[in-house]
């Protein structure tokens, strides 16, 4: 059974930074692309960052230049470090696995960030 368990949320202030990780069960994340998402308050749940098995990584836009998002494959593990967080950054965030040949999903249980003054 594919487990995904994320960690690192948290409140903190506008400008602050925080670093989610996300450690799979078993290798997963070499079979499965690995991504961050997150839904905010009354929001629909978007991607925040992907990334390849060569290291490779894309952002959406509103992230770019402040998130970062990194792998260590001997922990099964992904990264998201978040600076210069603002208020919109606000959601639920979590971890993701997608096997494209069988266009599934298997999902963490999310961890909250709230970056309030």
């Known amino acids: 059974q594919v487990q995904l368990v994320e960690s690192g949320g948290g409140l903190v202030q506008p400008g602050g930074s925080l670093e989610l990780s996300c450690v799979a069960s078993?290798?997963?994340?070499?079979?499965?692309?690995p991504g961050w998402y997150r839904q905010g308050p009354g929001k629909q749940r978007e991607l925040v960052a992907t990334?390849?098995?060569?290291?490779?990584?894309n952002y959406a836009d509103s992230v770019k230049g402040r998130f970062t998002m990194s792998r260590d494959n001997a922990k099964n593990t992904i990264y998201l470090q978040m600076n210069s967080l603002k208020p919109e950054d606000t959601a639920v965030y979590y971890c993701?696995?997608?096997?494209?040949?069988?266009?599934?999903?298997?999902w963490g249980q999310g961890t909250q960030v709230t970056v309030s003054s």
């Open positions: 993701n696995a997608h096997r494209a040949v069988s266009n599934l999903d298997f």
């Open positions: 078993g290798r997963i994340f070499s079979i499965c692309a």
């Open positions: 990334i390849s098995n060569n290291g490779s990584t």
